[in-house]
């Protein structure tokens, strides 16, 4: 894919309605499995500029399109999430000739972190759970389906015959894998649109600070309760008093969700299920030494730190 050059700034600029002087950093800086970020400074402010595949489909760019306009509909509800810049055309995706692009204002963040303020993290996500939004993205398996015993097989044998050096300590952490997802099945409770990718690199202190809520991308419905569980899973663990302390705030902020049993952990039981086994699919697909480490460091966040029926109960218990 074509990657976006100092002889793309004219168009970038014209295209946001944006002013001279202007400068867009030499490269990207920050990159994720899902795309990279330019820096663009401009006499009117500074601004995140994501690319946006050429080879999107119809699909994906309406996703794309429903988790902006749900991060428009928070930044008004007064959400802390970066403020997103139309193109003087009014659209979020802008064509700068075979290149397309968005933008977002600047946030300096810090890396993620796990003890951010449990108060002001239960808060933010209660108050984000109380946006009024109604997208158009629907239940979504990643979050709602188990991979299955039969996949989990079928990916150890392959990382065994591959000597993957992860391979017997994630065999280790199968059966439990299995056991909780066995949890999964019933149906979700009210649902409402939820950003569901509150994990730590997406929720992040700023320099100032402050929480802020980015990366809207996989927007859609899902319970509010199970996104709950989520974030305790991610900034609990088994703290039960950071559990309790996000718990509080949330209900005091009026989120709608509440985790009262096992099945409440749906989403965080799926979503870490499905990113465990993609990081294994993109371990044995690659074919350099740094995107098989790349992919084996995706896989040992979960093995470093599993999600497990104890972790269930004790963020219950909390």
Known sequence: METLDDLDLPHLLAAFGLSEPARLSDGPVASGRLGSIWRLDTADGSWAVKQVATNASSD???ELLDGAAFQEAAVGAGIPAPAIRRSTAGRIVADLGGIRVRINAWVALQPPALDLDPVELGRVVGHL????FRGSMGLHPWYTEPVGARRWTEVLAQLRSRRAPFADELDALIPEIV????FLGDEPGALRTCHRDLWADNVRRTASGGICVFDFDNAGLADPSQELALVLVEFAYVDTARSRAIRDAYADAGGPG?????????MPIAQLAHIVEAGCRRWLAATTDDARADNEAWVREFIDRPLTRAVVEALLDG
Request: no cysteine; glycine share 10%; aromatic share 4%.
């Open 179 to 182: 056991a909780l997802e066995g």
């Open 60 to 62: 994906e760019i309406g």
């Open 258 to 266: 509440r985790v009262t049993s096992s099945r409440d952990f749906a």
């Open 129 to 132: 759970h109380r946006v009024e």
